[in-house]
DNA sequence: GCAGACCAATGACTTTTATCATATTACTAA
DNA sequence: TTAGTAATATGATAAAAGTCATTGGTCTGC
């Protein structure tokens, strides 16, 4: 965990991130950014290191500048629930410090990932002030309460076939393909997915052989390649 | 659907209503309540009646004044999932305003049930010059985010058993009892149940059948008593 | 009160999915 | 390199849950 703040390093400032069209926070007044640009403070997490901990108390929220990150519950058995996939310009943490909780879910680097950190105080103080930054902030919360909402119908309605197809292109969707247009640009072990899918790994495991074997996909170690994306779509029995 | 907007009958005044103290709307500062008495629309839907439709355009937000409300989407082929269970002093339609979306599920009354319609600006003109309103609509989603995110790892990790232990519990503690104390204050179908519980009706009739046989519930026709609630939840198998 | 519709209950059966066991392959560290 | 560990793959089996079919009950409107 480097860390990597130098005020004065253009290209740690907020007002010159790479993020700074994307990332809702960025949205926030002038004054406001460079006060953040001033109290942030950026690190740099390895592949598999922890951002946050379920259970633990909330200190501010994370603004990912690069990398890729998992939000992740323990099930009451051990097992882990993905909940959310990141990327650059996503924030995470503000879930709990907006209830007043404390994490309940756990924030991991699936890869080398470079974060801000923005204090609480300065995070709610801001929100308190720029009322068209709270409504954006609002209409993300609503945006991730409506996927969630989606997962939890789909969860409940769809077999396990449909719902490793829908994953697949939501991983899709959220990391897009590497240079070759095909490989998901991310590497989940069988059983992250099976976690992302809410299933068994093994279940997963037969199904992606079956995907293969249906010229759906290609299959390369971590690496997945979505070679018929139409089929893939039908199989998922997307309608919305 | 009967229109009781007497804007000068105490009654029905924001100032007066009963849940002045528990909606999250009634917390806008003195001057928005005062509008928001002046533009709101009350309106009596009876049992069975839809307040607002999946896939339609949202107009506004509703206040539930009285009365009990289920909100489900329906799965593409065609069986419904209960989202939320609302009762009097709950607010409904902001997600799909605020995401700027169509409804993406439908609201139905489960009795007789009284709201008040607050149109579109009006209420998106009031959070945005009520900073502290915006916060707690803020606190709102995050828990409501909160609450889908535990219910979607349940769905994933618990099996039907302990789910639908854990679903009269969450009835309970929504809806209540009546007088009796042990009565679920709401009548609900098995299907309905099922629906909350994301599973088929014929395993919610005969799990409730196993839960009377051991004496954790009892039953008599839609009324559903909670007669061993520590039994209950340790069924449910609980920790968080 | 009665017919018709709907809902609840239950048995029989099928399908889906999880679990367990065991290879096989890839990855890691000495 | 090589041993050792972890991840993937696949078969066999078991358990869970869904579907279908039938019956009896309850509610509703005529």
New interface residues.
Partial sequence: MTNVNHTHDVSTMCQYCEQRFTSVLCRAKHEFLDEMNSQKVCNIYKKGQTLFNEGSHPFGVYCINSGKVKLA?L???G?E?I?RLLKGGDVIG???L????RY??SAVALEDTQVCFIPKELF?NI???D??L??E???L??????K???????????PVRERLAETLLFIKETYGFEEDGITLNVRLSREEIANLV??ATESTIRLLSEFKRDNMVELDGKKIKIINQKKLARTA?L??
Same sequence: chains 1, 2.
């Avoid at 919360?141 to 409506?146: G, I, N, P, T, V």
């Fill in positions: 519950h099930g009451d058995d097992k629930q909940i503000y879930r709990a907006l209830s007043g909780d309940s879910a709610t929100l308190k002030s009322a068209s709270a409504f902030m609002m209409k919360l609503s945006d991730e309460l409506h969630t909402e989606m997962k939890l119908t789909h969860l409940a309605q769809k809410g299933t029995n309608q919305d």
